[in-house]
């Protein structure tokens, strides 16, 4: 286990624990994830996510098949403790891995940024590398990930590059290499909490899913979670530079 991955791995521990500090999910905590959504679509008890402007660089959108269906399957298992709560599942088409965001929700956007923006991923010199799955987690606020590990740090690599060329980039960047998968919007009960502990107990440290990372896409998503957006751009990842290892 290299240090990229001890880092990483305790990280996600480090926030996906906090979860279990009580015995049912904190309404001011799953607040942070009701606001994502339309108001009228949470007491209709059909989450829709919220319009808004991000540009973001991601891979995924859409993974392969056997990678998507078997992030599926260990969603279900989630699902399945969870019944009748109020919960929104990323759609799997959806699913996506983060490198990097270039603006969120609330920042201005000058729209001489995008070519900037166009000409520092176009750039990017990085290898296709492999991408595991290895465990599914859920924090305090309610969002369900699963635990993504990049090999070898080559998420991390292209974000660091772009921190440094570009000077707009905002501060607030993920530091992990997650697949969201969904968000869970009330409590679900005493009974149900235990047996999710334990469920995640179990798949903490599965191996779920495993694929190869060959192309990045820059992205203008309108709606959260990708339901709607657009692929303004897809930049290949060089097979012969470096090289992925496992």
């Known amino acids: 286990m290299n240090a990229h991955f001890q880092s990483l791995d305790k990280s996600y521990r480090d926030v996906g624990d906090m979860t279990w500090a009580t015995e049912d999910f904190v309404e001011e905590k799953?607040?942070?994830s009701r606001s994502l959504f339309v108001d009228q679509s949470l007491a209709d008890g059909d989450p829709r996510p919220k319009q808004l402007?991000?540009?973001a660089l991601v891979s995924g959108l859409s993974f392969e098949p056997n990678f998507m269906q078997n992030l599926v399957?260990?969603?279900d298992e989630?699902?399945?403790?969870?019944?009748?709560?109020l919960t929104y599942w990323v759609k799997p088409e959806n699913l996506g891995v983060e490198y990097c965001v270039f603006k969120w929700p609330t920042d201005d956007w000058d729209d001489n940024n995008l070519p900037i923006?166009?000409?520092?991923?176009?750039?990017i010199s990085a290898p296709a590398f492999e991408f595991t799955i290895k465990g599914i987690q859920i924090n305090p606020d309610g969002c369900v990930v699963a635990k993504g590990f990049d090999q070898p740090s080559s998420i991390?690599?292209?974000r660091e590059e772009l921190k440094k060329n570009i000077s707009f980039l905002p501060k607030r960047q993920s530091g992990w290499a997650h697949v969201p998968l969904g968000r869970i919007l009330e409590p679900i009960g005493v009974n149900k909490f235990a047996r999710l502990r334990e469920k995640m107990k179990e798949m903490s440290n599965r191996e779920i899913a495993q694929t190869r990372i060959d192309v990045m896409r820059l992205v203008h998503e309108t709606r959260w979670y990708m339901e709607e957006k657009t692929v303004i751009k897809e930049i290949s990842l060089d097979s012969h530079?470096?090289?992925a290892t496992r």
């Open 30 to 32: 799953l607040e942070i």
């Open 78 to 85: 989630v699902d399945e403790i969870i019944g009748d709560a």
């Open 156 to 158: 991390f690599k292209v």
């Open 73 to 75: 399957e260990a969603r």
């Open 241 to 243: 530079v470096g090289g």
């Open 53 to 55: 402007e991000v540009y």
């Open 117 to 123: 923006v166009k000409d520092a991923t176009a750039n």
